[in-house]
């Protein structure tokens, strides 16, 4: 829980949706504002001859104009909701993320703790094998067994030695992916695991997925990116004022309304495209909703699997193993080759060991995935 955290607090993928979300925030506040208006001055006809003297024509003027521009059908409430919900996606996004950030640094602690006792059993394992490498070196001199199967058991010490190597790497590399992920220096973590309790209603986890959810917010935004497309189609009306002073003239105003012609279908071509747009979001989600429902059952299937096989490896096949541990220690009294028998079962005992780990490891697993699917 306190490596999720670290990851939670210092991920600046995290950080970056926030600061996204806050973006789209402030698009949102200036889409709804008005352009501002534009003042103008500006003096007419003047004559090369005599620029100084403004009382030779009647269109020798000084004007000052004002002018702005109006939104009309909405425009700016729409162009403000689309930002709004552009914000909304970002912040389902980092909901997404949270929880995909949740589910991989779970599974790789998880990884991590069960691969380090496996290394602790293969370590076991390897120092049985050479205990088993004297008896037999023993038994071979004495002409009880053949040279293969001494040269069989160093194979599997040397096979052991490998793997043991490659179980260490795994370690660090996960410990390395951890601190990738939580910018924090890992160096060991707890070996304590529970198994918690999942209950996991599918189709509702699914439906309220931030996932689901943020592609639901995108047709959304797209829905009202085809609302601005229809009102676009009411063009704009630019309004103007004008003040004119003339010399030894009256004085007069002037007043001008202005708008685009609507005749090029711009806006027609820009809805149908939005209108596809929302055809392939909404395949997008039904493809989504369908792969995550599948997925978390997969998951709950192979935490269900698991959970059996380790009631299996528990109840019956440990159980066996130290019978004949037992059985094996009363028949060494009376032979050599029996005593070997008691290695070649702790063999076996300490490989259900490490099955019961690889079940382990894969129930885990499951739960750390299963926790994308969970708040």
Not at 122 to 138: A, D, E, P
Request: without cysteine; charged residues 30%; hydrophobic residues 35%.
């Amino acid at each position: 829980e306190e490596v999720v955290a670290q990851a939670l607090r210092n991920n600046p993928n995290l950080q970056t949706y926030t600061l996204k979300a806050h973006k789209y925030a402030l698009e949102a506040e200036r889409e709804g504002l008005w352009n501002d208006p534009v003042l103008g001055a500006g003096i007419n006809d003047i004559q090369f001859e005599r620029p100084f003297e403004r009382d030779l024509e009647p269109m020798q003027t000084h004007a000052l104009t004002l002018s702005q521009r109006i939104p009309t059908a909405g425009k700016t409430d729409l162009k403000s909701a689309i930002s709004d919900e552009s914000r909304n996606v970002m912040l389902l996004g980092r909901e997404t993320y949270k929880r995909t950030l949740r589910s991989k640094v779970m599974e790789l602690s998880y990884r991590y703790i069960i691969t380090a006792k496996k290394s602790e059993i293969l370590q076991q394992r390897i120092s049985n094998l050479q205990k088993m490498h004297t008896i037999m070196t023993y038994l071979y001199e004495s002409s009880k067994i053949d040279r293969p199967k001494l040269l069989q058991n160093s194979s599997r010490i040397a096979k052991n030695r490998v793997a043991l190597q490659k179980l260490h790497y795994q370690m660090r590399q996960s410990l390395l992916q951890l601190e990738k992920l939580t910018f924090t220096p890992v160096s060991t973590l707890s070996d304590t695991l529970e198994i918690p309790e999942i209950a996991l209603d599918i189709n509702q986890s699914v439906q309220k997925h931030p996932a689901l959810l943020a592609l639901k917010a995108q047709i959304t935004r797209n829905q009202k990116q085809i609302s601005l497309q229809e009102a676009r189609r009411t063009p704009d009306v630019k309004v103007g004022v004008g003040y004119y002073q003339r010399d030894g003239r009256p004085d007069y105003m002037s007043v001008n309304f202005s708008m685009p012609l609507k005749i090029r279908g711009e806006e027609k071509i820009a809805r149908r495209s939005y209108l596809t747009e929302e055809k392939i979001l909404r395949l997008k989600l039904k493809n989504l909703a369908h792969t995550m429902r599948k997925e978390a059952q997969n998951l709950l299937l192979s935490l269900h699997t698991s959970k059996q096989n380790l009631k299996i490896i528990d109840r019956r096949l440990l159980p066996l193993s130290r019978k004949l541990d037992k059985l094996f220690r009363i028949y060494a009294r009376t032979r050599d080759s029996h005593t070997l028998n008691i290695y070649q079962n702790r063999d076996d005992y300490l490989k259900l060991q490490l099955r019961k780990l690889d079940e382990t490891l894969q129930l885990f697993t499951a739960i750390s995935k299963l926790s994308y699917y969970k708040d």
